[in-house]
């Protein structure tokens, strides 16, 4: 398989609402849309879940692009590839770091990949559901009430799963205000690394309110203080930020660090890692669910590809589009029946992009081709 030109797209897409997590507030999302074309005139479609500011982790739109434009493109562009195992087994191992950037350009890879193929990416995957349950994950609020309402909304809607942003100050007392509203719901909390080992006290707390699990309490790079939180908790652990590879996985597996994984195909490098890291877990038993970026319904595509996967056990992020936008970006849109999101048949990513609505939310684009032997932007 010859790549023969990359195009990036930095597009703009408004937010419904705001969204708050313990690190800030969004309100729109910038992010790049990577279209890799092959030497038959094939698209594949991937995006890059960097942030513009370096708060998730610390990885940027500005150095996603740097990294694409001027390392990994090249290397993408002077290379046949014959699986996209590949790029990240082989030919990006040299680049350190850089995960979201890396993804992104590998993705694009295996949509073209598997419509060459002439078939889903879940198939190529080696995904086995034909449908996938899905969660909701609510920002922080103004008021606790307004939590209460869109949980009501979202239950209307089917949703399977409920994730809570949590920081100290709106913890234990949101949660046992939702607890006492609905006691039975699959309810989940989400820190986004806000507590320390010195907050035992506040997290234990949770402990009474039958939680699916606390995702990543402490530190964004820590797999040792989790370790030893978990030791003192009954409710699981999952790790989101501290696991970028399958040696994090590994590690973390060994030390007891969690109970659970969260898999964000940006944050581990690609579909290549994500499947592997799927491997070790099943073989240890530890349940995995897929992490959302607010992304279009580009990024939502490979999300579902990679849920379709046995041992993503528990439901994901990857709610509707239209819980976030006012339109999106492919036809048809992702959309959620009864809290399930039916995995694509058709080839590739099985949602079509929509040069008219890309066209209208891009700021800027380059394209970029090999001209003797060398990568340049066209």
Same mark, same amino acid.
């Given at each position: 398989?010859?790549?023969k030109? *990359?195009?990036?797209?930095?597009?703009?897409?408004?937010?419904?609402?705001?969204?708050?997590?313990?690190?800030?507030?969004?309100?729109?999302?910038?992010?790049?849309?990577?279209?890799?074309?092959?030497? %038959?005139?094939?698209? #594949?479609w991937?995006?890059?879940?960097?942030?513009?500011?370096?708060?998730?982790?610390?990885?940027?739109?500005?150095?996603?692009?740097?990294?694409?434009?001027?390392?990994?493109?090249?290397?993408?562009?002077?290379?046949?590839?014959?699986? &996209?195992d @590949?790029?990240?087994? =082989?030919?990006?191992?040299?680049?350190?770091?850089?995960?979201?950037? =890396?993804?992104?350009?590998?993705?694009?890879?295996?949509?073209?990949?598997?419509?060459?193929?002439?078939?889903?990416?879940? /198939?190529v995957?080696?995904?086995t559901?034909?449908?996938? @349950?899905?969660?909701?994950? +609510?920002?922080?609020?103004?008021? +606790?009430?307004?939590?209460?309402?869109?949980?009501?909304?979202?239950? #209307?809607?089917g949703?399977?799963?409920?994730?809570?942003?949590?920081? &100290?100050?709106?913890?234990?007392?949101?949660?046992?205000?939702?607890?006492?509203v609905?006691p039975?719901?699959?309810?989940?909390?989400?820190?986004?690394?806000a507590?320390?080992?010195?907050?035992?006290?506040?997290?234990?707390?949770?402990?009474?309110?039958n939680?699916?699990?606390?995702?990543?309490?402490?530190?964004? /790079?820590?797999?040792?203080?989790?370790?030893?939180?978990?030791s003192?908790?009954?409710?699981p652990?999952?790790?989101?930020?501290?696991?970028?590879?399958?040696? %994090?996985?590994?590690?973390?597996?060994?030390?007891?660090?969690?109970?659970?994984?969260n898999?964000?195909?940006?944050r581990?490098?690609?579909?290549?890692?994500?499947? =592997?890291?799927?491997?070790?877990?099943?073989?240890?038993?530890?349940?995995?669910?897929?992490?959302?970026?607010?992304?279009s319904?580009?990024?939502?595509?490979?999300?579902?590809? +990679?849920?379709?996967? &046995?041992n993503?056990?528990?439901?994901?992020?990857?709610?509707?589009?239209?819980?976030?936008?006012?339109? %999106?970006? !492919? %036809?048809?849109?992702?959309?959620?029946?009864?809290?399930?999101?039916? *995995?694509?048949?058709?080839?590739?990513?099985?949602?079509?992009?929509?040069?008219?609505?890309i /066209?209208?939310? !891009?700021?800027?684009?380059?394209t970029?081709?090999?001209?003797? /032997? *060398?990568?340049?932007?066209?």
């Amino acid at each position: 398989m010859k790549i023969k030109q *990359v195009i990036l797209r930095h597009l703009k897409l408004d937010l419904l609402e705001p969204f708050t997590t313990s690190f800030g507030t969004e309100y729109d999302r910038d992010f790049i849309l990577v279209e890799a074309i092959s030497d %038959d005139g094939i698209s #594949g479609w991937a995006e890059s879940v960097a942030m513009l500011d370096p708060l998730y982790n610390e990885e940027t739109l500005k150095t996603n692009w740097h990294i694409l434009e001027d390392y990994l493109i090249p290397i993408i562009l002077k290379n046949e590839i014959k699986h &996209p195992d @590949e790029i990240s087994e =082989k030919y990006f191992t040299h680049i350190r770091g850089n995960y979201m950037a =890396k993804a992104a350009l590998e993705g694009a890879v295996w949509d073209l990949y598997a419509k060459k193929q002439g078939a889903s990416l879940s /198939n190529v995957l080696g995904g086995t559901k034909k449908k996938i @349950e899905v969660g909701v994950s +609510i920002g922080i609020k103004d008021s +606790i009430d307004s939590t209460l309402d869109i949980i009501e909304a979202r239950l #209307g809607e089917g949703y399977k799963r409920f994730k809570l942003k949590i920081k &100290p100050g709106w913890d234990v007392e949101l949660i046992d205000k939702v607890r006492k509203v609905y006691p039975e719901i699959p309810l989940m909390a989400d820190a986004n690394s806000a507590y320390t080992l010195k907050d035992i006290d506040r997290l234990s707390a949770l402990d009474d309110f039958n939680l699916m699990m606390i995702e990543q309490p402490l530190a964004y /790079n820590d797999i040792i203080d989790h370790a030893d939180l978990q030791s003192r908790l009954k409710t699981p652990i999952c790790l989101d930020e501290s696991i970028h590879s399958l040696e %994090d996985a590994r590690k973390a597996i060994k030390l007891g660090s969690c109970k659970i994984i969260n898999i964000k195909i940006g944050r581990v490098g690609g579909l290549t890692e994500s499947r =592997k890291i799927h491997d070790l877990c099943l073989e240890h038993g530890i349940p995995l669910w897929c992490g959302g970026m607010l992304e279009s319904g580009i990024g939502r595509a490979h999300n579902i590809a +990679i849920t379709s996967m &046995p041992n993503f056990t528990l439901p994901g992020d990857t709610a509707a589009s239209s819980l976030y936008w006012a339109e %999106d970006i !492919t %036809d048809p849109e992702v959309t959620v029946e009864n809290g399930m999101i039916s *995995v694509p048949e058709l080839p590739g990513i099985g949602y079509e992009p929509s040069m008219e609505k890309i /066209n209208k939310y !891009t700021i800027h684009s380059q394209t970029y081709h090999l001209s003797e /032997n *060398v990568a340049r932007k066209a």
